[in-house]
């Protein structure tokens, strides 16, 4: 269900994929991050323009799940994102096809959407890419909002987040799991904690996170945690000779979230990319 956070701010945090939203303006609405979930995604688009033209999207990370639906934002206002984002954009890895991992989801989690979800050559011919990118920190005005486009690298190398001082407002995006597993495998851990350290010194009293129900500020020391908790328990693990199987069968942190709605049958594959990505890294420190 969209829901609003602050006046004029919305966000859709209970379906599977990210969480994302869009924020009214005195000049029209601006998207960050689509659903990856067709119907959701349709019914978004619907919700937005109701509030009037939607003018600007932002994609907030490469990751499928906040980019995928802008396949279904066709013709709605200029993309916007991090160079890194269009460079990545549904790339696809051996280790991942993101067009198959969308497709997987829809008769599970949206099996309305079976018939809208369009078929690959339709689908690659024409992905709404953004159109606008930027390497640093970025600035967009529109209307009687400002949109503080704020490059936070760690969890992906072009990742942002999203602040609307007058709103008092932060799109987290993927820098905070709220209540849910973190997924950091791809992830620089350092650089994200650096990250977080930036989102403190914000004038905040909402963010929604990239995953996890909408929360107060207090959930940047907590993400903080999160990733210091990992890092040490994969680092004690290590240092007492355990190998990178025991340290994944024995995780203590398999206990402490779920994964995020629709991906519960993850955990396992959460923990053992977790612990394989932070094992490599601390053994080639
Ligand atoms: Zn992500």
């Known amino acids: 269900m969209i829901r609003e956070v602050t006046d004029g701010v919305f966000a859709e945090t209970d379906v599977r994929g990210c969480n994302p939203g869009f ?14 979930l067709p119907t959701r995604a349709v019914e978004m688009r619907k919700a937005a323009e109701s509030h009037g033209p939607i ?32 460079q990545e954009f549904m ?18 989690d949206d099996p309305d959407g079976i018939g809208l979800f369009p078929d690959e050559e339709a ?15 970025a600035t967009l005005r529109l209307g009687d909002l400002t949109f ?27 820098n905070i799991f709220n209540g849910v597993q973190t997924w950091h495998y791809t992830s620089n851990i350092n650089q994200w904690i650096d990250s977080l350290k930036s989102l403190k010194k914000l004038d905040l009293e909402f963010i929604v996170p990239g995953h996890g129900p909408v929360c107060g500020p207090d959930r940047i ?24 199987s025991d ?9 402490r979230y779920s994964v995020d709605i629709g991906q519960e049958y993850m955990l396992h594959h959460v923990i053992e990319n977790n612990v394989k990505s932070l094992y490599q890294k601390l053994a080639c420190a």
């Open 23 to 36: 924020v009214v303006t005195s000049e029209g609405v601006v998207v960050i991050d689509t659903p990856q």
């Open 55 to 86: 003018v600007y999207l932002i994609n907030t990370e490469h990751h499928v799940d906040h980019i995928f639906g802008n396949y279904f934002f066709k013709g709605a206002g200029t993309v916007i994102s991090h160079d890194y984002v269009l």
């Open 221 to 244: 020391d907590a993400q903080m945690a999160v990733l210091h908790e990992w890092q040490y328990y994969v680092a004690d693990c290590m240092a007492r000779g355990m190998s990178e």
């Open 148 to 174: 503080e486009l704020i490059a936070t690298p760690g969890h992906t190398p072009g990742q942002i987040a999203v602040y609307i001082p007058q709103k008092k407002t932060l799109f987290a995006s993927d």
């Open 91 to 108: 790339t696809v890895y051996p280790e991942i096809n993101p067009y198959e991992y969308a497709k997987e989801a829809v008769p599970t």
């Open 123 to 137: 689908y690659f011919a024409d992905m709404n890419q953004p159109t606008v990118t930027f390497s640093a920190d």
């Open 247 to 255: 340290c994944i069968e024995n995780c203590k942190i398999r206990d």
